[in-house]
């Protein structure tokens, strides 16, 4: 139950934590909740458009795309178009002014977010690590295509998709410019590997976690894996961890729970540091 007094409460405990940190690696991964005030659904969230319930875990995977691409696109299309039209929430610019804040006084400061929306670097998050892949690209289907993994992907935004929109079929679907295979998201699909393209950067994610003094993570359930191996590092180094998160049903072990909103607290935590945020000016 997110009462004043746990807001409250939990301002102290991270503002403090957040003083103590520097000059270490300060880590914050962040999940679908960092922007559930933007009006994104999250996956398995408390919010009535929570994603879960269409069972993502069939419709977002290569073998659905391969079965059905028409299918893919849509469902996507649909999705994306929510994505990329929101707009960056209190949350997003609090960690954009932590990160300064933490580099100003000479500590090191990484992102790594699971959501593959671009409200991060829209708010001007510049250590950023996109783990899932982005909602603003697309790569040819075809592995080593130039445009396809390991390394090559197409702004979506130079791609032709009214074309399939008006008419949604198999010979509308956007083809790859180079070599004429289908284009696909630029996403980590549930039957894919974190190091299946550089994009995901996963190598430097890795190394992140395992030189992080402090961990905080933002709106996440931990259901996969990149949490999964942040919880595991951070508990076995006895880091201090941190999780806002609202509605959490999880108690995990290494990990204080700061039952809150993101949208409310990390703004509060920035004016009890004194780091000035845009949104008070
Ligand atoms: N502030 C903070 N947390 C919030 C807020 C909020 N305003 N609103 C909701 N939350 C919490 C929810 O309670 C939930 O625990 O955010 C969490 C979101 O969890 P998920 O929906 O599971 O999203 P996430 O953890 O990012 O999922 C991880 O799973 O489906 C795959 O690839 C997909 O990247 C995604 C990954």
Redesign the pocket.
């Known amino acids: 139950m997110v009462t004043f007094a746990t807001v409250k409460k939990a301002v102290d405990i991270l503002a403090e934590a957040l003083d103590r940190v520097s000059p270490e690696l300060l880590l914050v991964l962040?999940?679908?909740?960092?922007s559930?005030?933007s009006g994104i659904p999250?996956?398995?969230?408390?919010?009535p458009d929570?994603?879960?319930a269409k069972d993502?875990?069939e419709l977002?995977t290569y073998r659905y795309f391969r079965q059905d691409p028409v299918g893919s696109w849509q469902w996507y299309l649909q999705r994306f178009d929510a994505v990329l039209g929101a707009q960056p929430n209190p949350?997003h610019k609090a960690l954009v002014a932590i990160e300064e804040w933490q580099l100003a006084r000479g500590g090191e400061f990484r992102l790594i977010t699971?959501?593959?929306d671009t409200l991060h670097e829209d708010s001007g998050s510049t250590n950023l690590i996109k783990v899932?892949g982005t909602a603003d690209r697309v790569r040819c289907a075809k592995h080593g295509c130039p445009n396809g993994s390991p390394r090559g992907s197409l702004e979506r935004s130079s791609v032709d998709l009214a074309t399939f929109r008006d008419a949604p079929s198999l010979p509308k679907l956007p083809r790859c410019p180079i070599c004429g295979d289908l284009l696909r998201q630029h996403?980590?699909w549930?039957d894919e590997y974190y190091n299946q393209h550089i994009d995901y950067q996963f190598e430097l994610a890795q190394e992140s976690i395992q030189q992080m003094g402090l961990g905080l993570f933002?709106?996440?359930?931990?259901?996969?894996g990149i949490?999964e191996m942040a919880l595991q590092s951070g508990s076995l180094w006895r880091i201090p961890m941190f999780a806002?998160?609202?509605?959490?049903?999880?108690r995990l072990p290494g990990l204080e729970l700061l039952e809150?909103?993101?949208?409310?607290?990390l703004p509060e935590v920035c004016r009890r540091l004194g780091i000035s945020l845009e949104m008070d000016s």
């Open positions: 962040t999940g679908a909740g960092i559930a005030a999250t996956f398995r969230g408390n919010d929570a994603i879960w993502v875990t977002g949350a699971q959501n593959i899932h996403v980590l549930f933002v709106g996440t359930s931990f259901s996969v949490t806002i998160d609202p509605s959490a049903a999880f809150a909103r993101a949208e409310e607290l």
